[in-house]
């Protein structure tokens, strides 16, 4: 079953506008990350943010998680055309000893035109 | 590229059928995770596989099996197909399958059951 829900569903932006998607989840989790997913292709590592961090930043990314309420957000600034794609966040929790999981959102399908 | 390798790219087959899918990790990494995509379901967590054991299990249906074999290779076996099985399967790999660890995505194997 999903962790949680992304929202929103899709997005459409002009190239040079920011994007931003917000994930929730349900459970405790270890840390949170996100990938983006070109169209039928595999998953790519976007971020990792840690649950005892509150923001994180690398090149145009920027993600924030705010555990009290379970949700994080992933902000994409200056967006080109080559953003255009799905991305997902994904939590990390334990399963039973050193056994994990990454259990996946619904995924943002972001649209960035010319 | 991640560095992980998945064949075939495509199969199709029929409904009763059993298929094989193989997945090879990155150089150096020890854990195999597999998941399942579909349109309705989302990205599923199935199984995961560390140093040729199996560590977690997640959605993984009694007629699919999976294994890690000494060269850290794994296969995922799929039989007595249904129609409900054509999705997208995805391989992942982590150098020690920690929950903390970034999981690195194969391309994928496109199934279609007719």
């Known amino acids: 079953s999903q962790q949680g829900e992304e929202d929103p569903q899709a997005l459409s932006i002009q190239e040079g506008e920011n994007a931003t998607m917000n994930c929730s989840y349900k459970t405790s989790i270890n840390n949170l990350q996100w990938y983006r997913q070109n169209s039928g292709r595999g998953l790519v590592h976007l971020i990792l943010i840690r649950s005892n961090e509150r923001e994180k930043h690398s090149g145009r990314l920027r993600v924030t998680l705010d555990t009290s309420k379970k949700s994080s957000s992933l902000l994409i600034t200056a967006s080109r055309a080559a953003d255009t794609a799905s991305y997902f966040c994904a939590t990390a929790s334990y399963l039973v000893g050193t056994a994990s999981k990454l259990t996946f959102g619904t995924g943002t399908r972001l649209q960035v035109t010319l | 590229d991640s560095g992980v390798t998945q064949t075939p790219k495509h199969l199709i087959t029929a409904t009763g059928q059993r298929v094989t899918l193989r997945c090879s990790p990155r150089s150096g990494d020890l854990s195999v995770y597999w998941y399942q995509q579909s349109l309705d379901q989302g990205l599923q967590f199935l199984i995961q596989y560390y140093n040729g054991e199996e560590r977690a299990k997640g959605n993984i249906l009694e007629r699919f099996s999976a294994q890690q074999f000494p060269d850290l290779h794994s296969e995922l076996n799929l039989s007595s197909l249904e129609l409900g099985d054509s999705a997208l399967y995805f391989c992942?790999?982590?150098?020690?399958?920690?929950?903390?660890?970034?999981?690195?995505f194969g391309p994928g194997t496109r199934l279609l059951v007719l």
């Open positions: 992942a790999s982590s150098p020690r399958g920690r929950v903390g660890e970034t999981q690195y």
